[in-house]
């Protein structure tokens, strides 16, 4: 140990000082190696006396051992230094005695390190000064100014006296604007109001000592630049303090004007204030408020809207010659969320409608008109005076999006290689796996591992190798159980974890006595449906890998939607027949439940030719499409306690002779709104389950109802649970009673994305014309009377329907899902959100032209008041009566 470590570690910083004044340049750098080794060991060391006591002598050491300013900097500003003061004073003289140019550099390297860094700004102001250079102004050094300031006292009188003192005030200031996070570093855990800081730059700027339009710039500038909401809060409360006056706020007419267009809502009602003053006083030209109009009409918050439209109001009344300028600007808000912006907008433009003299802002009212509702539009006509042949041409039919055509599955990978990399990218991948790219990957792997297992397996090797079974599972288990992955009572079997098992039997990772065990077992599925023949088709081709590869399977679709067709499946049993392959049972059921039956002629002429191939498997697939599959499978709609809706199903006969997990399929079953707690509670499984059964969706959708409906009443139970009714609604089977309660479900679950989800089932139902608006209706009431789902959340998912397009099909389905809630004597937290809903509903009959009494409308109607509820129940009436 040299001298200067021993006297390091004994804390003796005066002998530090005496033998680095004695050594040579190349005998300091030869210290840095053990400086640094002792500055770890110190950095990893629990804090003692000795250490404390050493800690600063370390720090004298290695700044004279250093010669870099880059080294230096490093060196100064790590973490974790121990009684730092206790150095300063000794190493302070040694820096100062260096070139003014190496000072310079040493005082940005440190102003260039991260905001986090520990800087001290005493130091750094010291250097600063010994080099008698700038300040360097960046965000460390800012907010190591920040911290130098606030120190132990958050007073405002002595926050304003050391800003008084700082001897770089007028650069640190500017830097407060420029510099990353200093709301936050300014924020300190005060209210606004009486922030110190704030307080205290404010009182300077008042008095002088900072120069005011430097301030208000500064603030307007960080306002315009946008950032964290504390940001604004906090810039814009230094904005208020500084009080501006009425020709500072003039001279700031551009700034404000952005500011009311994409400021955060506070900051913009304040902006607004003030351009609405200006406007009064005729401080603000036309033109400018009808810009700044046309902007936060685009904005969401109801009170800036409404806002700036009485400011309109106000304007044009008391000079009708803006009328030309100011109307078309306010007729933006005509397509507002908001109605009562609209009717604002609407009874402005029938107020001034008469003043205006351009035939240019008579076009553009005109034009925004146009997507609104036909009554509404045909207000606007009359406001402005040309005619009736202006106005709203007859509604017709919805729009509705175009239901995506099926896919057919790309031919099977071509080579083992490939196979590897696609196995191997679906398992890297995040999210939902698609039916299309899993079926063909996995037919690829039972084929190569057919075909040339060894190389299936070489080119497996950089996959296999970053599963976890390939850790955990080297061997198989010594008594033949299964891995807890893998286990019947895991609830997670996603498709991922489907290929793994797969992939883990390839590789003879699990035994096929514990493979037949769980076949044997139905696939000893953990209780849910249709988890249970997904799992179980997946054992059976492990069992398979590890005892009698099968050459391809039978089960992989022809189709993205899971259909496979009659004659693509009889070829695939010659095939077999000829390579004398043995057909696996799971596999088998899977086909015969994804067969197309509905295409008559193709399934006579599959059967005739599935017959002749004398094996039992071809008569099996011969009888199923002669008898259609799965014919004659029957849902009920019912109720239970008076209220509550339910589908129920009977047993199917036709799943008899298949496998004991296929088997259950079949069972009487009841999907109800009680929680269920089963294995398959994710949006990545479920999204296979349409795949399983792609001509009778409703056996699906049966099992999905009691995982969508309690999602209406707890949030976290399966996230991205609806994300399956887009698909469910693209099943080419027809729908049911089934579909349309698990749908009215999702339209009113608690997560918005999976709302969306369910709206976007209902259009693509309503597309294939497979929806049944009195089915829905009724299952909405339903489902609203008994609270299950509330009708703000519909409104909002049937709002979002309706804007799509389709006005009609919402109409067809709130006109009968209204009845039973209105004609309820509701309790206030019952009614909440009704007034939205009715909202909704008198938007679609306007634009629909409908017609007719909805029982139960009358006597809101009649209520007195004004409330959004009463409101809207009167317009729907007026709606109604073609008023």
Not at 46 to 72: D, F, I
Not at 560 to 588: I, S, W
Not at 653 to 677: K, N, Q, Y
Request: glycine share 8%; net charge negative; with cysteine.
């Amino acid at each position: 140990m040299s001298k200067l470590i021993e006297a390091v570690r004994r804390g003796r910083i005066d002998d530090v000082v005496t033998i680095v004044n004695g050594m040579t340049a190349a005998e300091r750098r030869g210290e840095l190696p053990a400086l640094k080794a002792l500055r770890k060991e110190f950095r990893d060391a629990w804090v003692t006396p000795q250490l404390q006591a050493a800690s600063p002598a370390l720090l004298m050491a290695g700044l004279a051992c250093q010669s870099g300013a880059a080294a230096v900097a490093s060196w100064l500003t790590a973490s974790g230094w121990e009684r730092m003061w206790v150095a300063e004073k000794r190493f302070l003289p040694m820096l100062e005695e260096r070139p003014a140019e190496w000072l310079t550099e040493l005082a940005h390297r440190i102003s260039d390190r991260r905001p986090s860094t520990d800087i001290r700004y005493h130091l750094l102001e010291a250097i600063v000064q010994a080099a008698r250079c700038p300040m360097p102004v960046t965000d460390a050094s800012v907010h190591a100014w920040i911290r130098n300031i606030y120190g132990n006292s958050w007073n405002t009188d002595v926050i304003a006296e050391r800003l008084r003192q700082s001897p770089y005030l007028t650069p640190m200031v500017a830097g407060l604007f420029t510099a990353g996070g200093t709301g936050q570093a300014l924020n300190s855990g005060h209210s606004n109001k009486d922030n110190p800081w704030l307080l205290a730059l404010a009182r300077l700027t008042a008095e002088g000592t900072l120069d005011r339009a430097t301030m208000v710039d500064g603030c307007l500038g960080r306002l315009l630049r946008g950032g964290t909401a504390v940001d604004q809060r906090v810039f814009h409360r230094l904005l208020l303090d500084l009080d501006l006056s009425a020709e500072e706020h003039a001279g700031h007419a551009a700034d404000w004007r952005a500011l009311a267009a994409d400021a955060l809502q506070p900051v913009a009602v304040h902006a607004q204030s003030v351009l609405a003053e200006l406007a009064l006083t005729g401080s603000l030209p036309t033109h400018d408020l009808a810009d700044m109009t046309r902007a936060v009409l685009t904005r969401p918050e109801k009170n800036l809207v409404r806002a700036q439209l009485k400011l309109l109001d106000t304007v044009a009344t008391r000079d009708t010659a803006t009328a030309d300028a100011l109307l078309p600007a306010a007729s933006h808000a005509l397509t507002h969320e908001d109605t009562e912006a609209q009717e604002r907008a609407l009874k402005l433009i029938e107020r001034h409608g008469t003043h205006l003299t351009d035939a240019a802002s008579r076009e553009e009212i005109l034009t925004s008109a146009a997507p609104i509702a036909p009554g509404l539009r045909t207000r606007v006509v009359e406001a402005l005076g040309t005619g009736a042949e202006e106005a709203l041409h007859a509604a017709g039919e919805d729009t509705l999006p175009p239901v995506p055509s099926p896919v057919a599955l790309a031919s099977p990978p071509a080579s083992a290689t490939e196979t590897a990399e696609e196995t191997g990218a679906l398992l890297a991948s995040h999210g939902i796996l698609p039916v299309a790219d899993f079926e063909r990957t996995l037919d690829g792997l039972v084929r190569w591992a057919h075909e040339d297992r060894a190389a299936l397996l070489e080119a497996l090797e950089p996959t296999a190798a970053t599963r976890w079974w390939s850790r955990t599972c080297r061997r198989p288990l010594p008594d033949d159980s299964v891995p807890s992955a893998f286990a019947p009572s895991h609830v997670r079997f996603t498709p991922r974890l489907a290929l793994d098992l797969v992939l883990a039997g390839l590789h003879q990772r699990i035994t096929p006595r514990t493979a037949k065990a769980v076949l044997d077992g139905g696939g000893a599925h953990a209780g849910c449906l249709p988890d249970g023949p997904f799992r179980a088709r997946f054992w059976e081709i492990a069992h398979r890998l590890l005892t009698d590869p099968q050459p391809f399977l039978l089960s992989t679709p022809s189709w993205d939607n899971g259909l496979l067709e009659p004659g693509e499946l009889t070829d695939r049993l010659k095939t077999y027949q000829r390579l004398g392959a043995h057909v696996g049972a799971c596999d088998f059921a899977q086909a015969l439940l994804r067969v197309r039956t509905t295409d008559r002629a193709a399934a006579e002429t599959a059967a005739e030719r599935a017959a002749l191939l004398g094996t039992p498997e071809g008569q099996r697939l011969a009888d199923w499409l002669r008898t259609g599959g799965l014919t004659g499978t029957v849902l009920h709609r019912t109720v239970t306690d008076q209220t509550t809706p339910v589908v129920r199903s009977g047993e199917i006969t036709a799943l008899h002779m298949f496998p004991l997990a296929f088997r259950e399929l079949g069972s009487p079953a009841l999907g109800s709104h009680h929680r269920c707690w089963c294995a398959a509670t994710t949006a990545v499984q479920q999204t296979h389950w349409p795949a399983l059964l792609p001509e009778h969706p409703e056996l699906i959708a049966l099992r999905l109802i009691q995982h969508v409906l309690p999602c209406a009443q707890y949030p976290e139970k399966d996230p991205d649970v609806c994300s399956v009714l887009p698909l469910l609604a693209q099943s080419p089977g027809a729908s049911g009673p089934a579909t349309s309660l698990v749908v009215a479900g999702g339209l009113g679950v608690q997560r918005q994305e999976d709302r969306i989800a369910a709206v976007d089932a209902l259009l693509l139902l309503a597309a294939q014309k497979k929806l049944d608006p009195g089915a829905l209706a009724t299952d909405l009431g339903a489902l609203m009377l008994i609270g299950i789902v509330t009708p703000s959340r519909l409104a909002e998912s049937l709002g979002t329907a309706a804007s799509t397009g389709a006005y009609r099909t919402v109409w067809t389905v709130l006109r009968d899902a209204l009845p039973p809630l209105l004609s309820k004597d509701l309790s206030p937290a019952e009614s909440r959100g009704l007034g939205e809903l009715l909202t909704v509903a008198a938007e679609c009959a306007e634009r629909t032209g409908a017609q007719g009494v909805i029982p139960g409308l009358d006597p809101i109607a009649d209520r007195r008041g004004s409330s959004r509820l009463v409101s809207q129940a009167r317009r729907l009436r007026a709606a109604l009566a073609g008023t």
